[in-house]
Structure formats: C-alpha cells, structure tokens
C-alpha cells in the first residue's frame, strides 16, 4: 500500500510525500544492525588516533548513543590488536570486535559481509573508506560515511537521555573484563591496538 500525504512548504508551494520513501529512513533508525569500522570513525568523533584509550573512549560513546537512541546490533571492528587481546567481546550493547595483528579490520568487516550472505542487505555498514564501502555495496548493505554517522551519534548524545531511562547497560562483570584488558586510565603499560 503506498500512502501519499499532499503537504504544504513553507513558502505555500504544494508537495506530495510518499510513505515508502521516509520508512527506510525510520527502519534504519530502529532496526537495521550496523558493522562500524572503527579507527575510520574515531578520528570523526572528536578522539584521537594516537590515544591509548581511543578504542574503549569510541565503545563507551557507541554504548551511550545505543542506550539513549534504543539502537541495538552495533559492531564496531578494530585491527592491529595484539594475538591475546584480539577477539570480539559484548561490551554493553556493542560489540567491539579486535582483529588480529597481520589481518585488517577492513577484511573482517568484508568476511562478516560474505557471512552474512542474503541477509547484508538488511544491514548498514559505517566508513569513509572507498574499499570497505565497495565490499558494503557488492553485498547491498547500506553504506553511512564516518561522517554522518558521528553526526547522528553525536547528536544523540548532546540531546541526552529520556527523563525516566537508565543509567547504563554495561554489567558489572564487563566493566571489570574490561578494565582488566585496558587497565586504569593513564597506564603505561597498557596494550595499544
């Protein structure tokens, strides 16, 4: 059923809207899981690269856009990371995936792409990156820059949270997971990845 509204702009010109073409938009907001690329995004977010703590300072804001925007199904991939710290781990509601030294996070989001299979196309897939955009797009998953996903994660963020939510979706045991893989803030002997 296509619902056509005719609507008025505000210099009084007349146009029509479709249904189809804003529930996309409205699907996506709510539903549609999301692979990040994460050193790509980093940068976009206001953190620095060079940081110790720029992966777990990008997780944490990923976890408070989910919480307050209600998202769920975010995967965020990072490369570089030492063999006993690579892996994926939940944090909250993300899903922060550490691949391994000699492989790139650009590789794994393509292989999870080729394991999703049919089901890419229900998924949105955020970089800059051309390659990593390309791979999203021959498996017909949505592709968001860095850029306009920092914007929405952003503004997410600067609104603040709903007058009755929650404070946190992280659980006690993976906070200590995970200060026990990054250690206490200004640490020197903490892993980079």
Known sequence: MHRQFALNDRVGHKFSLNL??????????????????????????????????????????????C????????????????????????????????????????????DRLRA?????????????????????RAAYARVITSEEFAAEVINTLRAGPPANAKKSNMTESELTEWLALFGEKGTKDKPKF
């Open 20 to 65: 189809a073409d804003i529930l996309p938009a409205i699907y996506y907001n709510a539903a549609m899981p999301t692979l990040i690329d994460g050193h790509n995004l980093i940068p976009k977010m206001g953190l620095r690269l060079d940081s110790v703590d720029d992966e777990l300072d990008l997780v944490t804001r990923l976890n408070e856009f």
């Open 67 to 110: 919480r307050l925007s209600r998202k769920t199904g975010l995967e965020v991939y990072f490369d570089g990371a030492p063999s006993p710290q690579a892996g994926p781990r939940t944090i909250g509601l993300v899903k922060a995936h550490f691949v391994r030294l000699g492989l790139t996070a650009d590789d794994a989001i393509r």
């Open 116 to 136: 999703l299979g049919r089901s890419a196309k229900n998924w949105s897939v955020v970089s800059s990156d051309r390659q990593v955009q390309a791979n999203a």
